[in-house]
């Protein structure tokens, strides 16, 4: 009788056991064969975030939904790299909501050519966009390698989605209507 062995956790992708990115009704998480053993390595890890960042009450998967604010930099909770682009971009005031719901990239005269990349392919999709497609954009008009791409997507998306111009579902990047 053979018996089915489960994947070493090496082969898991690389959002396992991720504090912020599991979620059991997720189509990609409810797929994926390291479920049952990612949703309690996720929930070990949103628990020790939680009590790092003194995070009292009852955790919520779900976020309430956000209205884009004008002040970028007093809400900030991403960092490093993208905090400070984030804070350059809140200081230029570039109406990024208004102008990408109407169609208008709001980084067209600016000199943040990845920030303009990722408007217009954001902007030219009829539908969500897979953050690969965001990549190859990068790779293709920027000349960057897959590791650049990668990080600057992440980064764009993470501002768009935080000044609240586009919503992000299982990995698909929408315009946020209003």
Request: aromatic residues 4%; proline residues 4%; hydrophobic residues 40%.
């Amino acid at each position: 009788m053979l018996t089915q062995q489960q994947p070493s956790v090496d082969l898991a992708p690389g959002c396992y056991g991720s504090a912020l990115a599991f979620k059991s009704e997720a189509a990609a998480c409810a797929s994926c064969i390291f479920k049952e053993r990612c949703e309690p390595q996720s929930v070990a890890n949103l628990t020790a975030l939680r009590a790092r960042l003194g995070v009292t009450g009852a955790p919520r998967r779900k976020s309430p939904e956000k209205k884009p604010t004008a002040n970028l930099a007093g809400q900030m909770t991403i960092s490093g790299a993208v905090r400070e682009m984030a804070e350059k971009i809140d200081g230029m005031n570039l109406s990024i909501v208004r102008n990408m719901q109407e169609g208008i990239n709001p980084f067209l005269k600016t000199k943040l050519g990845s920030m303009r990349v990722a408007a217009d392919v954001i902007m030219g999709q009829r539908g969500p966009l897979a953050e690969t497609m965001l990549m190859a954009a990068f790779k293709t008009s920027l000349g960057m390698d897959e590791e650049g791409a990668a990080k600057r997507a992440r980064t764009a998306i993470q501002i768009l989605q935080h000044v609240g111009a586009v919503d992000v579902r299982e990995g698909f990047i929408s315009i946020r209507r209003a």
